[in-house]
Each structure stands twice: as C-alpha cells, then as structure tokens.
C-alpha cells in the first residue's frame, strides 16, 4: 500500500520569514495529494491540493509542488503570521488497491511572533 | 449547513465495554471514512464507505465495526474497548474518494481505562 513520509516533524520559524515542509510518497500511481492545517482541538482542514498531471500551485501566500519522479512534494508558506501556527498534515491518494487518502505524520509549525 | 457532525466529543470507556460514535453529513456526500489520529502516527484509516450499503476496511480495523444505511450517516462501533483504542477519532466525508479533498468532524476524544 502507500506510505507518505514527511519532514520535518517540528518546524519554528520568524514571522515574515518562508516556511517549507516536505512529503514523499511510494506508490507511483498516487494521483491527487492535498494538504491539511489542524488547529488545536478542531478537525483537519483541507488548504491546498494538486493533482499528478500539474507541478505547480499557488493560493496567495500558500504554495505546493510535486516532483512525479522523484515522488515528492512540499508545501511553501511566504511571509508567514502567528496564526499560521498549526500541525500541518500532507496526504497522497491511490487510485489502486485501498482506495484511500494516505497521510503523513504532520509537522507542528511554531511561527514566533 | 453543519458540514460533518460527530458526536460525542469526549467519552471515557471501561476495558471490555462497547460503544459507538456517531457521525452525520448534510452534504449528500457519498465518500465517508473513519481515522484514528495518535501522536507522531498521523491519521491512520480505520475503515470507509462509497455509498449506502457499501463498507470496507481501511488499515487499522480490528476492533472497530461500521455500517452505511443512510448516506448521511457512518456510525463506528467498538466492540470491546481496549487501552490500545484511546485515540482522538475523526469522520471524514468527501463527493468522491480522490476527486477532492475530505471534509473532516471536529473529532471524538476517546479514553480506554
């Protein structure tokens, strides 16, 4: 089955200053790869996704990237703010075996004002 | 529009007793799925649901049982709770599988003593 494996597992950054996380992902027939903020005590909330067949996309201050080849994508957060603060979670969706969002372990972003 | 309902939001179980966790829909979504989420692990799939009268298990299903009869509705039953089940417990629903992203409750908070 998939396994997403993601880094780091804390990450503290500046406000202003960019904030990057990365995910890699095994089953090569993943196809869709969404990104998840959760605050605390409250549910995970989709931010951002991509699919196979684009590189790139951007939503204001919040991007992502996926390298099919190398089987990798990361999330870039500019000019970060305090209520950035979160645990970010990556997740990569299968199209064979479990038909099933796979997700990562999440990062505790700590944005210092 | 509630989006995904769960309830309850806490519970403390005694070993060996059995209960279920409620969640509900109103977006006429026919995906829905159940996580677990413990510290450094993620959310791990329990088990999920394409439409009415359709289960299947997910990666972490022993002890757990579901059923779909409405599309609204995707109760989780634990059969004998176990210490091992203490977890925060979210439903998920989405409009397909991996054609978007998964609409998430804002979780059960479950202690096994």
Redesign the interface.
């Known amino acids: 089955g998939e396994n997403v494996e993601q880094h780091p597992s804390t990450l503290s950054v500046q406000e202003g200053d960019s904030a990057v996380i990365k995910c890699t992902y095994s089953d090569s027939a993943s196809n869709y790869f969404p990104w998840y903020k959760q605050e605390l005590g409250k549910g995970p909330q989709l931010i951002i996704d991509i699919r196979s067949n684009v590189g790139e996309k951007k939503d204001q201050r919040i991007a992502v990237t996926l390298n099919k080849t190398a089987k990798h994508f990361s999330l870039h957060i500019t000019e970060t703010q305090p209520e950035d603060s979160a645990v970010y979670f990556c997740a990569a969706f299968s199209g064979t075996g479990r038909r099933a969002l796979t997700f990562g372990s999440g990062t505790r972003l700590q944005v210092q004002p | 529009n509630a989006g995904?309902t769960q309830t309850p939001k806490f519970q403390v179980l005694k070993t060996g007793q059995s209960m279920t966790l409620q969640c509900a829909q109103d977006m006429n979504h026919e995906y829905m799925?159940w996580?677990r989420q413990d510290p450094?692990?993620?959310?791990?799939?329990i088990h999920?649901s394409v439409g009415a009268g359709i289960t299947?298990q997910?990666?972490v299903p022993n002890g757990y049982n579901v059923s779909r009869s409405t599309t609204e509705d995707f109760p989780l039953r634990l059969l004998s709770a176990a210490p091992s089940q203490t977890s925060v417990y979210?439903c998920?629903s989405s409009y397909s599988?991996?054609?978007?992203?998964?609409?998430?409750?804002?979780?059960t908070r479950l202690t096994v003593v």
């Open positions: 995904v799925s996580y450094g692990m993620g959310l791990r799939l999920y299947d997910g990666e979210f998920a599988q991996g054609a978007g992203g998964y609409t998430f409750g804002s979780g």
